[in-house]
């Protein structure tokens, strides 16, 4: 990636973080931020070994998916993966599929290159970093950072161990062999270790499995079954996504008619004629 586009992104990325509301560095709740952008976003768990997330553009709405079966911190990561995609390629394509290949993989395209480093930049600008650095680590030199200091960094940003050593890395901040060293650390001391030794965000480390659909969807079904348009089972289906049944909606259910009940009207209808 040139050093213009790299600019480019980066730029893109801070016009998007300065809407955001922030804690001390990092994007308090991002899922907040997606949805007060206008974003559709849809979060359901389909399985840790499924695609990450999504993006399309249906008519005049942007709709993102992510997967809740993902750690937490994963799934904040593709969060904002997804939002690069919008800012970055919207109009040139209108929907974007990933999965640990298009965004991890040994060979990934230029799109997801751009994606993945606009997220890096929204979630852990380098000027934030910096200042994390100065203010945090005081007393600590950079070359003598442990694994329990990545910890910290990833429970202020709101980001995994990984994507924390990755965009240390990047920034100069950490070298090769530092990476590795704190790479084996937290594997001999566990990240939900370290993150409670903190006093970090746990949930950082484990899934969700939350199920969150924009409300104007539970109206769609309902107007579709009303409409005939969907069946019985696919209004049930949804309407469980909001732990609702039809009997807590029944007043805004238009009872379907039964073969009998079409061949008794028409017979009144031809009797009161």
Do not use: W
Request: with cysteine.
């Amino acid at each position: 990636m040139r050093d213009y586009r790299k600019k480019e992104i980066r730029r893109s990325s801070a016009a998007f973080r300065e809407k955001c509301k922030v804690s001390r560095y990092g994007i308090i709740d991002l899922f907040k931020e997606c949805e007060r952008a206008g974003y559709k976003l849809f979060r359901y768990p389909i399985g840790v070994h499924s695609d990450l997330g999504f993006t399309v553009k249906i008519d005049e709405d942007i709709v993102i998916f992510t997967n809740t079966s993902s750690r937490m911190s994963r799934e904040l990561f593709t969060l904002a993966h997804e939002i690069g995609h919008i800012i970055l390629h919207m109009g040139v394509d209108n929907s974007f599929i990933d999965d640990d290949a298009t965004m991890e993989g040994a060979d990934i395209g230029e799109k997801e290159k751009e994606a993945n480093y606009f997220a890096a930049c929204l979630l852990m600008p380098e000027d934030e970093v910096d200042r994390f650095f100065d203010l945090e680590f005081m007393n600590s030199k950079q070359e003598d950072l442990s694994a329990t200091d990545i910890a910290r960094i990833m429970s202020e940003f709101n980001v995994s161990f990984d994507m924390a050593l990755n965009r240390l890395e990047d920034l100069k901040k950490i070298n090769a062999g530092q990476k590795i060293r704190l790479d084996n650390e937290k594997v001999e001391k566990r990240v939900g270790n370290l993150l409670r030794s903190v006093g970090g965000n746990a949930k950082l480390n484990i899934s969700s499995n939350e199920i969150a659909i924009p409300h104007e969807y539970m109206d769609y079904v309902i107007y579709n079954y009303n409409h005939n348009a969907v069946p019985k089972e696919t209004l049930e289906a949804v309407l469980e996504c909001y732990n609702l049944s039809i009997e807590d909606v029944s007043d805004r259910i238009v009872e379907h008619k039964t073969n009998d009940d079409d061949i008794l009207d028409d017979l009144i209808g031809g009797l009161n004629d």
